[in-house]
């Protein structure tokens, strides 16, 4: 007779085989969307789509374009110039700028449009001075107008090149100092070693960089909206409230996803085939020996980006805010706080789970099909909100209104919104958008925790969550922290997908401040801005705690 198993055996594996269907059902989760832009794309009418392919569609199609090119181009620029710049040579305010470059990561991009707009607008502080001085009556002059996509451009250059500086600048301080100096010796000068030496080495990371400040460009539509700039973005939110048609909602967002797909592809690409040596640190990298105004020129180069993402929009705000009519205090603004609050720290909990649990199935269970449920789980970074809410709404509307149908004809009885009418569903959106991002701190933590620890902890009877409970968790509290921070600012910020997603009458910080800059109150705006600026510097503070401490 064969030993029966005990109940402990019996529970150990009823709990692994908890552990891989709740991956399964995050993996379906995370599918969900994209089948569901699909069908809706499929099964509904293209007179709408006709309509707009003959309006606005091309213009949706060249505006994206040219911004998603001309934020990579000055987020290039400036990330790799200053971090190359913070870790190659010495000027005067180095130290403090190498951290404060950081800095500008903490701000949504369009809470830097509602202050430079109050700055530069006509009604403007800097034209109404410019006229109260010359005379000029407003046909009298030129100047740059803000609300345009040239304003868009620098609105997000300014928040995002922070990606390509903290990749760029990890790279330029893991060079040895072998490779550049043999480079000065054959007669380099040191732009020209720059050029050919070190910006080649740190190619895979200044490229890994620049993929997610386009995702993130292609995502944004606070900023886009608010400046009146024609994209795929503010198309799809016009499409589902202004036109009431979902299916062209639909089918510009499986545009919107073909572009971001593909841009998640390239991004693949360029880690997975990017191979370089490099040389070890025989010698100490000695930093370059500036001239007084090459020191002048650097340190100008480096204070430039922090004076205009940083300084001069928490200045304009604060002034904003201390003449507005907002009460922080008032149980109004209580609310948004609380709702902001809880739908970020629900959203943070459970994607950090979420991403726990992912991890460790393919490390303890490497296979093709683990591979792949990461995969699917990590391209939800790359997908705009704005889709992931369309995708989400369409199948799960449907499924509301078939279940509501059936439950008054058979019960007499109305379910209403079961789904659509809740949170969870929102929160569900916030999991599929920001999981890469705890999955990448995931990974981050457990490269440090040796295979032998798990195989020991094995010999000594854990299962899965065993492992993960008395081995793994402890090991990765830092790590998981940092991912829980980052999802929880993420959300804090996230705009597009609350926005279309939330139930009636929950509001968050976020949609109050575009509520009000929507309605020309800039000054009122700036109160819920300048909170969730507060409040998105902390996970970068932790950052630049590391970058100063040389861990980073």
Known sequence: MEPQPTSG?????????????????????????????????????FDTLAHLAETVLVRYTLTTIVLVAFVMLGSTIIGTGAAWLVTMTDFPGRRWMEIALALPLAFPAYVLAYGYTHILDHPGIVQTLLRDITGWGPRDYWFPEIRSLGGAVLMLTLVLYPYVYLLARAAFAAQGASTFLAARVLGRSPFKAFLHVSMPMARPAIASGVMLVAMETIADFGTVAYFGVQT???????????????????????????????????????????????GRRNAPMQRLVLTSGQKIGAAL???????????????????????????????RYLGFIRNSLMLASIAAGITVLAALILGTLHRVRANRLTGTSLYLARIGYAVPGGV???????????????????????FDISTGLLFTGSIWLLISAYLIRFLAAAIGAYEGGIATVGPNMDAAARTLGQDMP?????????????????????????????????????????????????????????????????????IGLIPVILLCRRIGTGRA
């Not at 399964?24 to 794309?41: D, E, K």
């Not at 009458?505 to 309605?519: G, H, I, K, M, P």
Request: aromatic share 8%.
């Open 232 to 278: 795929f973005a503010v198309g799809i939110y016009q499409s589902w409230f202004t036109m009431a048609d979902r299916a062209a909602a639909a089918q510009l967002a499986l545009g919107l996803l073909s572009f971001a797909l593909l841009l998640a592809m390239l991004e693949r690409a360029s880690r997975g085939g990017a191979k370089y040596a490099n």
């Open 9 to 45: 055996k019996i529970r150990r594996s009823r709990l692994s085989s908890g552990f891989t269907g709740v991956a399964i059902f995050v993996t379906a989760i995370c599918v969900i969307p994209y089948l569901g832009v699909l069908a809706a794309a499929a099964s509904g009418s």
């Open 301 to 331: 180069f480096c204070l430039t980006p922090i004076l205009l993402g940083v300084v001069l929009p928490v200045v304009a705000l604060s002034v904003m805010a201390l003449g507005s009519e907002q009460d922080l205090l008032s149980p």
């Open 466 to 534: 065993g492992l993960v409970r008395r081995v793994h968790m402890p090991l990765l509290r830092t790590s998981l922290l940092t991912a829980g921070l980052i999802v929880f600012v993420d959300v804090m910020k996230e705009l597009p997908a609350t926005l279309i997603m939330r139930p009636f009458n929950y509001d968050t910080l976020a949609v109050q401040a575009y509520r009000l800059a929507s309605d020309e109150r800039l000054e009122g705006a700036a109160v819920p801005s300048l909170v969730i600026v507060a």
């Open 388 to 410: 992931i809410a369309v995708g989400l709404l369409v199948p799960f509307a449907a499924f509301d209104n078939a279940l509501d149908a059936w439950m008054r004809a058979t």
